[in-house]
């Protein structure tokens, strides 16, 4: 469902409406007439319409966390919010660039659109822009030949993850978020074909890829248990949503009485 373009045509009809029952109706009505109910229940509740669709196209959109793949940094039925204005107002339902505002950065958790299906949108973290060189090797990320920074901090079990997994803390450009990854699963790469596949080689042990202008390269925190650039290659900067950083409400936590998880994220 494109809860945009519903938005944007019921502020449509009932900003008609509105502009009709201003301009006209009103004048037609008796004096003190109150409007009728079916006028109350379209014009009435343009302004609050209108309002909610600016808000959630240009500044914040609210988004439910699905899937494990960005634990820890989010777990399932997380809400979170995203800035829209991060990486560029866009035109409504339309998606296309209006004015640059700008450009995600290593690090950043964006929210885009799935570039196999563009009506879906995933979340995960940027670990490399246009121009990079980025290496994935023995469950080690390199990027411009500089090893991402790592400290181990453990063992990590949780319910809605399958089995435990090692717990690490990275460093990449001066920002630090935990991953997880499961030494014991094997590594996945490229199963399927997309654009720009040239970009990339297999290595003996890994992966090589020159990320393409225009394009990102985009892991789940989750790292064996995401799909993302690895098997479906890269993300087009025309389909990128907006920068994710709030946990605003997840039912489960806050009805068990855990509030720690709430608030901004790196």
């Known amino acids: 469902m494109n809860f945009a373009l519903i938005l944007f045509l019921a502020s449509l009809v009932t900003g ?23 006028l109350e229940y379209t014009a009435g509740f343009f302004p609050v319409i ?15 966390i699905p899937s494990g793949s960005m634990i820890p940094t989010l777990r399932i039925g997380d809400l979170i ?3 829209k204005y991060s990486y560029g107002i866009r035109v409504p339902v339309l998606n296309t660039l209006a004015v640059p505002t700008g450009l995600p950065q290593r690090g950043d958790v964006a929210v885009f659109r799935y570039p196999k299906d563009e ?19 023995g469950k080690r990320i390199s990027v ?15 319910a809605s993850s399958s089995r435990p997994a090692r717990l690490y803390e990275e460093s990449m450009d001066g920002r630090r ?17 997309f ?16 990320v393409p202008a225009g394009h990102y390269f985009a892991m789940g925190d989750n790292r064996d248990n995401s799909a993302d650039s690895r098997i479906w290659g890269f993300v087009p900067e025309r389909n990128l949503v907006g920068q994710a950083f709030m946990i605003w409400f997840n039912f489960g936590e806050v009805v068990s009485g855990r509030f720690d998880r709430l608030g901004f994220f790196e």
Not at 20 to 36: F, K, S, T, V, Y
Not at 119 to 137: F, L, Q
Not at 195 to 210: K, L, N, P, Q, Y
């Open 177 to 193: 978020y935990q991953t997880l990854n499961d030494e014991g699963a094997p590594e996945f790469f490229f199963m399927e074909a």
């Open 16 to 38: 008609i409406f509105w502009v009709l029952d201003r301009q006209i109706w009103r004048h037609q009505r008796p004096a003190g007439a109150p409007r009728p109910g079916w």
């Open 50 to 64: 209108f309002v909610v669709f600016l808000v959630r196209s240009f500044l914040f959109e609210p988004f439910n």
């Open 144 to 158: 411009n030949g500089k090893l991402v920074e790592r400290k181990d901090l453990g063992i990590f079990a949780d």
């Open 81 to 83: 919010l995203v800035k």
């Open 119 to 137: 009506s879906v949108d995933y979340i995960k973290r940027i670990v490399a822009i246009p121009g990079d060189r980025i290496e994935i090797e």
């Open 195 to 210: 654009s720009h596949r040239e970009a990339c080689d297999r290595t003996v042990a890994g992966i090589r890829c020159t």
